[in-house]
């Protein structure tokens, strides 16, 4: 299939933003901010840049140089690269197939708090039982994930340049604006407790920037750099063949090196703002044993943090939601385009009849997803040790154990198969300078394998079946 007939992105700027619109998702809102105060503040920003600078810019150049290459999607550029590592290829689609089912869930979630915001329900959505009421209701938790499927599938409907493109370039500028905005409010914030204790956003500002090396031990060091390591994979949407698919939108006479440096600096940036607004935040309220990971962080403590900010709470808390459905959306539609993009190449078929037809499917499976809170609920239990609901099963199958093992073969295809020449040679295409080549060989051939096991056996547990 030629470029013109697939089409895409109309420039650098275009693909980049769309990129990041990828890797600007809930897991820089709800987890990183999380991790850096777990994870002894400084010292995890540190260890996360030198993650960033090195493992995460080599997964993403791979995959976006892979794209452009082959101008194909994942099953198709996996086959082109050597037929016999297809099996890879379809692996890698099967990443964001599972993740699709309960991606738009969650974007129903961050609807709903909307909703409640602008109907001036901010105090009730405060309320202890808000959140958990809302995902157990079969009915309102299933229309909210529909409403989510539905914007994405019309975005995708209309294609790269149409649909994901132009709503990319309007909404990642304006997401940029409001986390800056809430940022610098979160900073100003100061809250005297019942006891008369006060507290000041600069000291959770220092709390968040300040290494902690009180207490580190190897063992504890090596927890912080894979959770950082795995916190950095599902930032950037990396190994899930997301990149692949959107690399091969990408036009010829793009410099990738470049394009690559603005990915990883905009979704750094961004996790570092969400940081900035949440870590002061919840300390000034709360206290630092208030910041909680995932839905609870976001759905549950942050609205008792707006309700406690007084009138002005309303506005920030439906900014912030705002500014979370939008980071949420250009996160799914590029979730749902590698599936549909794989899917027109297996099909043969056009985009709006395969759009339709994925749209169908996930709108049922949403549904089925958003009702493991209710009518389909179960209680399975994960390697982990933490006992799982239908969403958290497909998040631990798609996040925590296919793409550690994708990464891992990926590595190794491209570090010793196919030798790193055939990715070195797309990003220096047009006589573009690869700044970072030789690091790029190293990580390729022998870091990034080596990691990517070992983050493979820590997320499986059998790291601690080990140890
Ligand atoms: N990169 C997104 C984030 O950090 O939230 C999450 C994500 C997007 C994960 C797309 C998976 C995905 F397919």
Redesign the pocket.
């Known amino acids: 299939m030629n470029k013109e007939k697939k089409g895409g992105f109309s420039s650098g700027i275009g693909f980049v933003l769309a990129a990041a619109g ?8 709800w ?1 990183f901010p999380y991790l850096a105060a777990k994870d002894g503040g400084g010292l995890f920003l540190l260890v996360y840049l030198v993650l960033v600078l090195t493992f995460g810019f080599t997964l993403l150049t791979s995959d976006i140089a892979i794209g452009r290459k082959t101008q194909k999607s994942s099953i198709g550029a996996y086959t082109q690269m050597r037929p016999k590592w297809k099996f890879l290829g379809i692996l890698t689609f099967l ?2 197939v599972i ?1 699709m089912t309960y ?1 738009a869930v969650i974007g129903g979630w961050i609807c709903r708090y909307i909703v409640a915001y602008i109907t001036g329900a901010g105090h009730v959505a405060a309320g202890d039982s808000f959140f958990t009421s809302f995902i157990t209701s079969p009915v309102s938790s299933s229309i909210y994930a529909l409403i989510f499927m539905l914007i994405t599938a019309a975005i995708i409907y209309n294609g790269v340049q149409g649909g994901i493109e132009k709503v990319s370039r309007i909404i990642m500028p304006v997401l940029l604006v409001m986390i800056v905005g809430i940022a610098i409010y979160s900073m100003t914030l100061s809250f005297t407790d019942g006891s008369g204790v006060t507290r000041t956003s600069m000291e959770g500002f220092l709390l968040y920037v300040t290494p902690n090396f009180k207490g580190l031990t190897l063992p504890k060091f090596l927890q912080v750099l894979l959770d950082a390591m795995s916190q950095l994979f ?4 990396v190994s ?1 063949g ?1 990149m692949i698919t959107y690399g091969s939108y990408v036009k010829k006479d793009v410099n990738l090196n470049k394009s690559v440096a603005q990915i990883e600096v905009f ?1 750094t940036v961004v996790a570092f703002l969400a940081g900035l607004m949440i870590i002061p935040a919840v300390y000034v309220f709360s206290g630092i044993e208030g910041m909680q990971s995932g839905p609870s962080l976001m759905f549950v403590s942050l609205p008792k943090v707006f309700d406690a900010m007084g009138s002005f709470g309303w506005i920030v808390g439906l900014i912030f939601f705002v500014m979370v459905a939008f ?1 949420a959306l250009t ?2 539609i ?2 749902l385009e ?1 599936i549909v993009a794989n899917c027109m190449a297996i099909f043969s078929a056009p985009r709006k009849k395969v759009t339709i037809s994925c749209g169908i499917i996930y709108c049922i499976a949403s549904v089925v997803i958003a009702l493991g809170y209710s009518l389909f609920y179960v209680e399975i239990p994960l390697p982990n040790g933490s006992m799982a609901q239908l969403l958290d099963l497909m998040d631990y199958i798609s ?1 925590s154990f296919m793409m550690p093992f994708i990464s891992l073969l990926s590595t190794i295809l491209i570090g010793w198969v196919v030798e790193p020449k055939w990715i070195i040679d797309e990003v220096e295409y047009g006589g573009y300078k690869f700044s970072r080549k030789k690091l790029y060989i190293v990580m390729i051939k022998y870091v990034t394998p080596i990691m990517m096991f070992i983050l493979f056996l820590q997320s499986t547990g059998i790291l601690n079946m080990i140890l």
């Open positions: 990828s890797a600007v998702g809930v897991g820089n809102i987890r990443v964001p993740i991606y599902f930032s950037l949407s899930m997301i979704d980071a996160s799914c590029s979730v590698a996040n």
